[in-house]
């Protein structure tokens, strides 16, 4: 795929840690001699022709004071999957949730990130969102450390 410079520049500034400000896309439209506008076309143009999948925000919540992380691991039917899942999702204490097949030396299969400011809080959403899917069969992996958490970069 050929990309001219205008690409490069708004490609190279999506990878990186979008500035916390009102008018974001600002400095980088200035920079280009752009409007605002017209960078975010250019994004929306990346999503349609397939350069790009999603654009969103990615909080850090370590740094916004959710200390208590863990992936859930949950036992689910395939009959329970979809209210499950539309369950967690839900939950603003939940930043994702997975369906997988079943390893068969591990036997879970569904997967939700959950994030909690005290182990109180993490655990009581942990019951909380067991008790709204009446799934009872499930083990919390804490996390420990973070190892790494980087954006893909594309083009530096």
């Not at 990186?16 to 980088?28: A, F, Q, S, V, Y």
């Not at 992936?71 to 939940?94: F, L, N, R, S």
């Not at 420990?144 to 530096?156: H, I, N, Y």
Request: charged share 30%; net charge negative.
């Amino acid at each position: 795929m050929i990309y001219d410079e205008k690409d490069l520049q708004i490609i190279k500034f999506l990878q990186g840690d979008i500035p916390l400000e009102p008018r974001p896309l600002k400095n980088l439209a200035l920079a280009l001699r752009m409007s605002e506008d017209e960078v975010l076309e250019c994004i929306k143009d990346f999503k349609a022709r397939g350069i790009m999948r999603r654009w969103g925000a990615v909080l850090r919540h370590q740094k916004a004071g959710y200390g208590n992380n863990a992936m859930v691991a949950w036992k689910v039917t395939p009959e329970e999957a979809d209210q499950a899942g539309e369950i967690m999702a839900a939950a603003k204490q939940i930043s994702h949730c997975y369906l997988r097949e079943v390893s068969p030396d591990f036997g879970y299969n569904m997967f939700s990130m959950v994030h909690g400011r005290s182990t109180q809080e993490l655990e009581s959403t942990i019951e909380s969102i067991a008790e709204l899917t009446g799934l009872d069969d499930y083990v919390i992996l804490r996390s420990v450390r973070e190892l790494k958490k980087v954006s893909m970069r594309f083009f530096d």
